[in-house]
Every structure is written in structure tokens, then in C-alpha cells.
């Protein structure tokens, strides 16, 4: 007897546009990471910009995506739909008000059992599930055991690499620890934003468990969409005025203090943008009062803009105003405002931990100095405001490298690929159970599953070419 069709022949059918199995449901996690909330402040940050940014772009090409996380306000909507394909439903767990991510922990089970009710209701089948954060992780790991379905998870922040050095950390912090343990081990894949987070995650969680590394990505359209000289006109800046700019929430270990303190000492002249809001009842209105208070001290007042928080809309406006956008964290996963920036053809100058020391070249898209060194900070920066032909040289190359590795599409067809890849399985056994094949036809499908060769990108083709043998269009031959 012959084999099956070989894989390579799956090419050349002509596969139409259908809802097929190929076009999945997902479930991404993100308990305290609303898609839809106001960015910038305590609580809302990357990971909101992260998740909601996944899901529009999973929904562009043809999956259905529920962004689940927790309801905070009871004006909130319990259901919204953020583009054809994609919602964010918002569950009940807890008190329906903010609550700060180190008390969510003792309301994660209410979170689970609301999970399973909305998904009981609505019949919906999630082929995997996405989880944002430990505490969605948690969440996970709970509807992994229960349901057996793939479970992916990005970190967002590590707890041992956070509270490597408080001296005092939380007592959340043990428990913490011990989930981000349990979830590298026992999950499909880990996604890791950068080379340092892997060897984070193996240094001081596991050396087990499976790491994917995949960056973070940007509508590097949208960032890129105002010149200088029209977000200068929109925004009431000089055209010769010399932009420092940071972007971001208002949080010890972003090293906002740092920045103040270089600046203080620039022997140019210029003015310095911060751009972030705080909550009234969180811990960044106390370090937003401390910065203002230290600027007054050092004598900027009369040079320094606090704006607030600005939408995601207006934001491109401001990145292209800057000389320089500045990000000077003790601490950076990731960094997603050091790609936004170079998106608008800004030079970064960033401290070189974490993630931006993958995301910001140094001497080629801006520069990398020591984190928590103003005198090194302010050498940098005054370096770039001084050489114009030099920042354009930044600007350039900047532009390019993001677009080539950061971009939302780009980012997302790797997530894509390894989703595919972790429920090609459940797919082929769902296309066996849902046509009428001869035993025959089922043993060489599941023979070429186990052979590997079945690509994900195969399983349109493969339906198509299941549908003709259920049909009858093409028959077996036996040689
Ligand atoms: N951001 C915003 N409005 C603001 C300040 C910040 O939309 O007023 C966004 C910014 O564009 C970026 C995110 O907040 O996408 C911050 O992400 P990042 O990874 O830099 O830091 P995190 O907040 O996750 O620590």
C-alpha cells in the first residue's frame, strides 16, 4: 500500500477561504491588565498594551480571541468588542473596584470558577489558553489541570529579578515564586520577551520547563505617523527647543530620580517632558510628588512639563517632538516605551539592564548607559543634543530596526506559529471526528501525525484534502 498524499503535494491544492478548524479560538489571560484601560498609570502598563495588541492582530488573521480580565468599576461593560473577532470580557472576581496586583492573589479562585461559567454558558471551545503575569499563570495552571488545554505564558516581570534586592520583600513574594516555578515546569511553552529573561528564568526559577523567545511588539505605523515639525505645531513646541522626553508610569524603579538629577547638571539649554499619570489612591502619585519635589529643589521647575497621562492616540505626537526619549530603569523586562520611541524615529538612550539592553543598539539606535548613574546620563545625553548629525544617524537606524524586528505582525506570526503548533494535535483529531473516513484514510493521518512532517500550516490544506475523501471526490488507491 502506498502512503498518503505527501505533505509537499498540500501545497499545490487551491485552499479556499473557509471556517475551518484552522481558524481557532483563543483565550488570552490578563487578570489585572485591562486591554481597554487607561494606560500610563499604577496597574496599567505594557502588559495592557501587550495583550490588547495580540488579540487585534490574532483577529486580523482570522482567529476568534477573548481577552479575559477582571472587572474593576461597575460602570465597566461585562463584554466588549474591540474589533471584529476580538473582545474583552470582563469577569467577576473580587470587589468590582481597583485593587492593587499584590491583593489579587486570595481572589484568583472566584476568577477560575467565573472563567468556567462564562465558558459552561457560552459553549465556547478554547483551543489554548494565553496567560499574562503569575497571577493569570495561576489562573492557568488551574484550567490547564482542569480542562487539559495548552497553556503559553509570558512573564511580563519576574519576582526573584524584582525583589533580588528589597530587603524586606512582601510576603506575596514566596508564593509568587513558587507559581512562577510550577509554570515554567509544567506548561507547553514560556514566551520570553528577551535573551536576559531566559537566563533570568533559568538562573533563579528552573532549568526546566520549555522558553520561547519572542519580543514584544508595536503599531510601528502608528508611532510613526506625525513628523517632528507637525507634532511640534500640535503641541505648541518651539522648533529649535531641545526635547528630553520620558514616557511611562511614576515608579521608584524606573529611575525617574536618575534623569532628574542629569538634567540638573546639562550645561545646555532645553526642556523636560514627563508623560505618565498616577492614580489618586496608588503608590506612583507618591513617587509623581517626590520627582515634582525634586525638580523643584534642582531648580527645573521653569523647564519641566508634567503632562499627565496621555492616550495611545496623541502619544506619537510627543515621541516625535523629542531629541530624546530617555529610559533610565533600574529594572526593564522588556520596555516596550524604548521601541515606541525608535518607532518615531527617536534616539534612546536607556540603562543598560533587562530587556532594552536587546532593544536599544548601542551607538547604532541611541545609547546604553549604567542604570542609577547621572553623571554617565547626563554625558549621553548632552552628547546627542550636541551632535545633530549624529542623532539623525540614531533616528535612522533606529526606524529601521524596529520596524524589521518589532513590529505587531511580525511578533504575532511567531506567537501564531507556536500556538498552531502546541494544538496541531487537537486540530487533526477534531477534522478525523467530524468526517466520515474510512479506517484506512484515519490510520494515515494519524500515522503522519506522529511522523512530525505535519506542519501547522499544513492543517488547511489537510482539511481540504479530508473533505475530498469524505465526499468522494478522490478515492484510495491501493497499489
Ligand atoms: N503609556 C501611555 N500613556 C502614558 C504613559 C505610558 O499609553 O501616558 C504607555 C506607553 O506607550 C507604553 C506603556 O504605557 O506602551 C508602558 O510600557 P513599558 O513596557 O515601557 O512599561 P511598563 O508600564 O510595562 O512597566
Redesign the pocket.
Known sequence: MKNLVPVSLFESLEIPNLETHSQPTYALISVHGDPTA????EG???????VRELGLALAQKGCQVDIFTRREHPNQEEIVELAPGCRTIRLTAGPIKFVPRTELFEHLPEFVASWLNFQQQTGRNYALIHTNYWLSGWVGLQLKSQLGLPQVHTY??IGAVKYRDEQNPPQIAAIRHCVEKTILEQIDCVISTSPQEVDDLRQLISQKGRIKIIP?G?NTTHFSSVSQKIARQKLGISPDAQIILY???F?RR?GIETLVRSCAALPNSFQLYF???SREDGPDLQEQQRIQALVKKLGLEAVTVF??????AQ?PAYYAAANVCV?P?YY???????I?AMAARTPVIASNVGGLQHTVVHGQTGLLVPPGNHHDLTKAISNVLDNPSLRQFYANAAYSWVQSRFSTQAVTNQIYELYQSLTLSTFVQEIIQTHNLTPNVEKQIQTLLKSKALKPSDIKALEKLVDSFSNGTVQWVNS
Open positions: 487607561e494606560i500610563g498609570k496599567a502598563g505594557g502588559q495592557n498594551i501587550y511580563h516581570s514584544c508595536i514616557v511611562g508610569r515608579d524606573k508623560v505618565g499619570g503632562t499627565g497621562q496621555i492616550s495611545q502619544l529610559v530603569s526593564e523586562p522588556f520596555g516596550l516605551v524604548a515606541e
